[in-house]
């Protein structure tokens, strides 16, 4: 599923009517909202995620004035930290570590955040696996230690061989006609070509989940996901990061006290206006708690949003850029942190379909799906929902309840006695995992995509134009935006 390009052509025909008219006015917006606040700035940020606020600590280190406008409470994004009140105990449900990529540690030296290797070990004894749609059972087949290991150490000489196209961004991209078959190819065809059965399962139950149709995929977007590192990290050779304390969002709350001042929170932009050649932008910004307006004079925009129709509607895109992102494909992942008394304690019960109780690791759940429950301590579990975008929160949620209530009604779980879930924490991540088809990747996709940077005085962070993890775009930032949007002043 994806945004059609119809629908991307009627938002920009009605934004454009609009942004001429705004742009035939230079003071438009002053002129309606004679109460707002104006600021100028060399550089606005939308969204303060993962991507977002670290731009904004680089950006700001390189001796830019800015405003990174957030539409939470908080930075961070998806990192999802939650403190059990009953035991002041904390889990992280969103994002679980950090590998040391380019840029990995020394963030968290710049912000002054303690760091150690995360512990493999895990809270459950007993791992099961049953077909959600059905509730029984599965007597999986999963493969030796040593098998599973040997395919993955294949798929992570593989990937390494490729990873310079396209991690931490696509700079070094190859023109279409030179873009390596196993990128285009999908997934389950490079899997048979390599032989990688046995490590299947591991790259899904790992990462590869978000994706929600991994074997279809263009291989690209499987390694762009669960690269060579992340397999290093598998394989034990190559350590991974969490803060001292315990607690990711510790880092965007270190990196929200650097900014100071120069964070939105609980703000969104309800119009723009986008200037050629690096000559600016007019941003409109509502505090979504009081209702109050902000006006942002900036030199230049940094989007690190995912470029959806709804999130980019008031910015108003031109035909070049909704040409790129009607070509989208998001997935959505929902996860949280509930408790039932019909859950395995002390277990991890996987989704699979019936057709995996041979070992076949080419059998896996369509979307949308519930991935897993896995038991966390203190009588809570957490719980992954994955689907394609337009997939809401309470359907997630409604899915993650009718399944305990299947697994229960085929005898997997004890019964129900009509008791629902308990939802103690839940976090919808939005759209992720943007991909294309290997026909628009041949037809210069990424060519056309990256030649937004700069367009409109807009420059693009995030998922969309890197990696769906924190490390990798940490490292596309220092790498690749921030120069990029320094050099243009």
Do not use: C
Not at 445 to 465: D, E, K, N, P, V
Request: aromatic share 12%; charged share 15%.
């Amino acid at each position: 599923m994806s945004f059609s390009r119809a629908l991307f052509t009627a938002l920009v025909a009605t934004a454009g009517t609009a942004a001429a008219a705004a742009v035939s006015n230079a003071s438009t917006f002053e002129a309606r909202f004679p109460q707002a606040a104006v600021q100028s700035v060399d550089v606005a940020i939308i969204g303060g995620g993962g991507s977002g606020a670290n731009a904004a600590v680089h950006l700001h280190d390189a001796g830019l004035s800015l405003l990174l406008v957030e539409k939470q409470d908080r930075l961070g994004g998806m990192v999802n930290s939650w403190t059990n009140p009953a035991t002041g105990k904390n889990i992280d449900y969103g994002v679980a570590a950090y590998t040391n990529y380019t840029g990995t540690v020394e963030f968290f030296d710049r912000l002054g955040v303690p760091y150690k290797e995360m512990s493999l070990e895990v809270a459950y004894n007993t791992t099961a696996y049953a077909d959600f749609t059905t509730g029984r059972t599965i007597n999986y087949l999963a493969p030796s230690t040593a098998a599973e290991l040997a395919a993955l150490a294949t798929f992570y000489s593989v990937s390494s061989e490729y990873q310079d196209l396209f991690l931490p961004s696509y700079a070094n991209w190859p023109a279409p006609e030179d873009i390596p078959e196993d990128l285009l190819m999908p997934f389950r065809d490079f899997a048979i070509k390599y032989d990688l059965n046995a490590t299947i399962f591991l790259i899904w139950g790992g990462i590869g989940t978000g994706l929600a149709d991994m074997l279809d995929a263009p291989t690209l977007y499987v390694m762009q996901t669960f690269g060579p590192q992340t397999a290093a990290a598998f394989l034990g050779t190559d350590p991974e990061y969490v803060p001292s304390s315990g607690r990711n969002q510790d880092i965007y709350d270190a990196a929200a006290k650097v900014l100071g001042d120069s964070v939105l929170l609980n703000s969104v932009v309800v119009d723009s206006i986008r200037k050629p050649d690096n000559e600016g932008v007019e941003l409109l910004v509502q505090n979504q708690r009081n209702g109050t307006f902000t006006i942002i004079l900036a030199e230049r925009l940094v989007m690190a949003i995912e470029p959806t129709a709804p999130n980019v509607a008031p910015f108003h895109l031109d035909r070049n850029e909704s040409a790129v992102f009607s070509q989208g494909t998001w997935s959505v992942v929902d996860t949280g942190i509930v408790s039932h008394p019909s859950l395995p304690v002390d277990g991890l019960i996987y989704n699979l379909p019936a057709s995996a109780a041979d070992g076949n690791g080419f059998a896996l759940p369509e979307p949308p799906f519930v991935d897993y429950f896995e038991y966390l301590g203190d009588g809570l579990w957490q719980v992954i929902v994955v689907g394609w975008l337009g997939f809401t929160e309470q359907a997630a949620k409604d899915l993650a309840n009718e399944a305990i209530q299947r697994l229960a009604a085929a005898g997997t779980f004890p019964a129900t006695n009509g008791t629902q879930m308990t939802i103690h924490a839940w976090s919808n991540h939005g759209a992720m995992d943007m991909r294309t088809t290997a026909d628009n990747l041949e037809s210069g996709f990424i060519q056309r995509q990256y030649a937004l940077q700069g367009h409109r005085s807009t420059y693009w962070t995030g998922a969309a134009f890197s990696n769906q993890l924190s490390n990798y775009l940490w490292a596309y930032n220092l790498e690749y935006l921030v120069p990029l949007v320094r050099d243009s002043f």
